[in-house]
């Protein structure tokens, strides 16, 4: 089973940035857009920033002008570029993967970074 492998997480004061990579351990076919997710304690998950295919871009509204979420495809990572980070962005984040094929839609999800924006 492929697995999602995230990096990049850490500790940083308001106003810092981060950059959360995301790189599959194995190959991953008939993919059907991915992004990064969060999830705060006591919150429900949430999307953070997704690339459709197509490469259409959807953000939250809370990180619209913050987060920029890119892709490197001869490294086949996935990237979430952090600025100006808030305290209320302190969360595990996720990266997602979808795919699509004639057996229908999967989703393969790394194990989650702890971002912690803190003084």
């Known amino acids: 089973q492929v697995r999602l492998l995230e990096s990049g997480g850490g500790l940083v004061q308001p106003g810092g940035s981060l950059t959360l990579s995301c790189v599959p351990s194995?190959?991953?076919?008939?993919?059907?857009?991915m992004g990064w997710y969060r999830q705060a304690p006591g919150k429900e998950r949430e999307l953070v920033a997704f690339?459709?295919?197509?490469?259409?871009?959807v953000y939250a509204d809370s990180v619209k002008d913050r987060f920029t979420i890119s892709r490197d495809n001869p490294k086949n990572t996935l990237y979430l570029q952090m600025n100006d980070l808030k305290p209320e962005d302190t969360a595990v984040y996720y990266c997602?993967?979808?795919?699509?094929?004639?057996?229908?839609?999967?989703?393969?999800w790394g194990q989650g970074t702890q971002v912690t924006v803190s003084s």
């Open positions: 997602n993967w979808k795919t699509l094929d004639g057996w229908g839609p999967e989703d393969y």
């Open positions: 194995g190959p991953i076919f008939n993919l059907n857009g």
């Open positions: 690339m459709e295919p197509g490469d259409d871009i």
